[in-house]
């Protein structure tokens, strides 16, 4: 079993820069793969980051391509996402989540473990 928290969302100008970090349990995260999605309001879920287990490759949504930063610290059982540039399409309930696999994966299903989501407002 794992379990997942975030932290770090808050409130912020259009252009500024939040880090979100998310802390796992379990032994085996450092051969996790990990993302983050988000929802915004009366949307769906999508896919925002993910980062494999085995070399730290990482993927990007193209629309947080250049802005966002994928990481993870396996001493410390934490990934983090650095999003810089934000603008108000960004605003949204962000998510982390987990798989027991090394292989990094862009859709939702492909996830089995989530936090209870951190929120980010971006105002213009």
């Known amino acids: 079993q794992v379990q997942l928290v975030e932290s770090g969302g808050g409130l912020v100008q259009a252009g500024g820069s939040l880090r979100l970090s998310c802390g796992a349990s379990?032994?085996?995260?450092?051969?996790?793969?990990m993302a983050w999605f988000r929802q915004a309001p009366g949307k769906e879920r999508e896919f925002v980051a993910a980062?494999?287990?085995?070399?730290?490759?990482?993927y990007y949504a193209d629309s947080v391509k250049g802005r966002f930063t994928i990481s993870r610290d396996n001493a410390k059982n934490t990934v983090y996402l650095q999003m810089n540039s934000l603008k108000s399409e960004d605003t949204g309930g962000y998510y982390c989540?987990?798989?027991?696999?090394?292989?990094?994966?862009?859709?939702?299903?492909?996830?089995?473990?989530w936090g209870q989501g951190t929120q980010v407002t971006v105002s213009s």
């Open positions: 989540a987990a798989r027991p696999s090394s292989v990094a994966a862009e859709t939702i299903n492909e996830y089995r473990y």
């Open positions: 379990g032994r085996t995260f450092s051969m996790s793969a």
């Open positions: 980062i494999s287990g085995s070399d730290g490759t990482t």
